[in-house]
């Protein structure tokens, strides 16, 4: 399968607790992209990288969540102490530079519970 | 503020009974406005875009139309395959910004 991963595809923690989920993009694409999204909702952009550099972060993204594309590869997404109200779908995804914006290629996500 | 509005939030239809849905937007300097189709429990999967009102594009039985204002998703004779949760989106700088999707649902 040469589509966008995620793992885990699901995780449970308690209130408190870090937690780190990864993202391998599609091998030839240069963004990847960070968003979340709650039930009811569509996705929200937190952040994108294009190769290792983190370009842009929402302000959603608050000082307990931390991402990082080391070498342009894969990417991890760290929230620390984690609240109850993180409790979301991680999506990552990844399109190539130049690109038509909107082809951007979604992993299946990682289902984040905070009891 | 930009943004897109997406009805009905939920229809159900019967297989076979076509209907469209509504994606109205207020976006400045529209670039390009996208649909994205989102199965429960996976990521979006891209369908179309769309770049200029009067354009379309299908896919299957999905024809997706463009105005100045709004966009349509025609669904002809659906099947219950086609049960999924369909997004509007518009890009803004490198991201996406998506609206809060219509769930479709289609009855045997």
């Known amino acids: 399968d040469t589509g966008v991963s995620q793992n885990p595809r699901h995780k449970i923690t308690k209130r408190g607790q870090n937690v780190t989920f990864r993202c391998d993009p599609i091998?030839?694409?240069?963004?990847l992209y960070w968003y979340r999204q709650t039930l009811g909702q569509g996705p929200e952009f937190l952040t994108y990288?294009?190769?290792?550099?983190?370009?842009?972060k929402s302000r959603l993204l608050s000082d307990r969540f931390s991402a990082e594309r080391p070498k342009g590869s894969f990417s991890t997404l760290e929230i620390q102490r984690t609240e109850q109200g993180d409790s979301a779908m991680y999506l990552c995804?990844?399109?190539?530079?130049?690109?038509?914006?909107?082809?951007?290629?979604f992993g299946p996500g990682t289902r984040l519970t905070v009891l | 503020e930009d943004q897109v509005t997406q009805s009905p939030e939920a229809l159900r239809l019967q297989e076979g009974e076509s209907s469209s849905l509504n994606c109205s937007y207020t976006?400045?300097?529209?670039?390009?406005l996208f649909w994205y189709r989102q199965d429960p429990g996976k990521g979006p999967e891209f369908l179309f875009t769309?770049?200029?009102a009067g354009e379309e594009k299908e896919k299957e039985r999905l024809k997706a139309t463009l105005t100045k204002k709004e966009s349509f998703l025609h669904i002809t004779a659906p099947k219950p395959e086609d049960s999924a949760t369909y997004l509007c989106?518009?890009?803004?700088?490198?991201?996406?910004?998506f609206g809060k999707g219509t769930r479709l649902h289609i009855l045997p």
């Open positions: 989106a518009f890009p803004r700088d490198d991201k996406i910004i």
């Open positions: 995804a990844s399109s190539p530079t130049g690109s038509v914006v909107g082809a951007q290629f």
């Open positions: 990288f294009q190769n290792e550099a983190q370009l842009e």
């Open positions: 091998s030839e694409h240069n963004r």
């Open positions: 769309l770049y200029s």
């Open positions: 976006v400045s300097g529209l670039r390009g």
